[in-house]
């Protein structure tokens, strides 16, 4: 008989036993997550004052970096907290609680980028309909239905799990309490939560990265068909710093939830959940201010105004 002792709280074992190691990994984690958190800042400060950025474009940016610093305050300050102190341990309310927000969040993620890539497809392939079509109520609603659309399947994939009693070990094989490693310690037919998992993974990932490929794919045939370079230029450059982080987040999250594991695959996930949890966060201001004229211009505005 299986062990059904109500758990109160788990052991994340984390990344390593080796105590410098763990030192090592707050300090460059701690280092990765302030500077995430002050580049999406800037990014929501920036979109706010300068009234050149309060365009379609800006707006879905604004909510992205608004989402970036949501998504990896999620997981990391925990992480950290367990590597500085050496307790690696959460509750249960707490575990289920950052495996909503985790998940809510990275969902509202895929959906938002949808969003961007869609509004990129209007502004270039039917660039005189533009501001029609993407007018300030349709861009909210947009928002909204990728917020509450995430909301509404995350919330119901949550309380599917809290349904499920925990067997005998508390002990989770991850850095926070992610989805797939939860899933080992529950009791019972777990098979169509599993099989729901895995549905929502494909509808989430694949769905919404069907949608922006298809989007790419107009773009690009529209783009190649203009006749001058540098207007074939200006529209590629628009457009790839938003195909950089598509790229980056799609992979790490298909590797981690589509692809069936491998030996060895806990260590990967966590490898590729520190990409996914600090690294994108990390480049999205770095991509979209470094390779954008417009938000360069109004950041030497801003700062030149500050100094005045």
């Given at each position: 008989?299986?062990?059904?002792?109500?758990?109160?709280?788990?052991?994340?074992?984390?990344?390593?036993?080796?105590?410098?190691?763990?030192?090592?990994?707050?300090?460059?984690?701690?280092?990765?997550?302030?500077?995430?958190?002050?580049?999406?800042?800037?990014?929501?400060?920036?979109?706010?004052?300068?009234?050149?950025?309060?365009?379609?474009?800006?707006?879905?940016?604004?909510?992205?970096?608004?989402?970036?610093?949501?998504?990896?305050?999620?997981?990391?300050?925990?992480?950290?907290?367990?590597?500085?102190?050496?307790r690696k341990t959460i509750?249960?309310?707490?575990?289920?609680?950052?495996?909503?927000?985790?998940?809510?969040?990275?969902?509202?993620?895929?959906?938002?980028?949808?969003?961007?890539?869609?509004?990129?497809?209007?502004?270039?392939?039917?660039?005189?309909?533009?501001?029609?079509?993407?007018?300030?109520?349709?861009?909210?609603?947009?928002?909204?239905?990728?917020?509450?659309?995430?909301?509404?399947?995350?919330?119901?994939?949550?309380?599917?799990?809290?349904?499920?009693?925990?067997?005998?070990?508390?002990?989770?094989?991850?850095?926070?309490?992610?989805s797939k490693a939860l899933?080992?310690?529950?009791?019972?037919?777990?098979?169509?939560?599993?099989?729901?998992?895995?549905?929502?993974?494909?509808?989430?990932?694949?769905?919404?990265?069907?949608?922006?490929?298809?989007?790419?794919?107009?773009?690009?045939?529209?783009?190649?068909?203009?006749?001058?370079?540098?207007?074939?230029?200006?529209?590629?450059?628009?457009?790839?710093s938003h195909i950089t982080?598509?790229?980056?987040?799609?992979?790490?999250?298909?590797?981690?939830?589509?692809?069936?594991?491998?030996?060895?695959?806990?260590?990967?996930?966590?490898?590729?959940?520190?990409?996914?949890?600090?690294?994108?966060?990390?480049?999205?201001?770095?991509?979209?201010?470094?390779?954008?004229?417009?938000?360069?211009?109004?950041?030497?505005?801003?700062?030149?105004?500050?100094?005045?």
């Open positions: 008989m299986e062990n059904q002792t109500k758990i109160n709280e788990f052991l994340l074992l984390g990344f390593t036993e080796n105590g410098k190691l763990e030192i090592f990994f707050f300090v460059l984690f701690l280092i990765m997550y302030l500077m995430a958190v002050m580049g999406n800042m800037m990014i929501i400060t920036i979109t706010l004052m300068d009234f050149r950025l309060r365009t379609p474009m800006y707006f879905f940016l604004r909510n992205y970096a608004v989402l970036e610093i949501g998504y990896t305050t999620a997981a990391i300050p925990k992480a950290l907290f367990n590597l500085a102190s050496g509750s249960y309310a707490g575990c289920i609680s950052q495996l909503f927000f985790y998940f809510f969040l990275g969902t509202t993620d895929f959906f938002l980028l949808t969003v961007m890539s869609f509004d990129r497809y209007v502004a270039i392939c039917n660039p005189l309909r533009y501001t029609t079509i993407m007018n300030e109520k349709f861009c909210t609603l947009l928002v909204l239905f990728s917020w509450i659309g995430s909301l509404a399947v995350i919330l119901a994939q949550t309380l599917l799990y809290v349904q499920f009693p925990v067997c005998g070990s508390n002990i989770i094989d991850h850095f926070f309490c992610d899933l080992h310690l529950l009791c019972g037919d777990t098979h169509f939560l599993e099989l729901s998992s895995f549905i929502l993974s494909v509808f989430t990932l694949l769905g919404t990265l069907a949608i922006t490929v298809v989007s790419y794919v107009n773009i690009i045939s529209t783009v190649l068909h203009i006749p001058s370079a540098a207007g074939r230029q200006k529209a590629f450059s628009t457009c790839a982080i598509v790229t980056v987040t799609y992979g790490s999250c298909i590797s981690m939830y589509v692809i069936p594991e491998r030996d060895g695959g806990q260590n990967f996930n966590k490898v590729v959940a520190i990409l996914n949890n600090v690294v994108c966060p990390l480049m999205t201001p770095f991509v979209y201010s470094l390779r954008n004229r417009q938000v360069q211009d109004a950041l030497k505005n801003a700062f030149g105004y500050k100094i005045c």
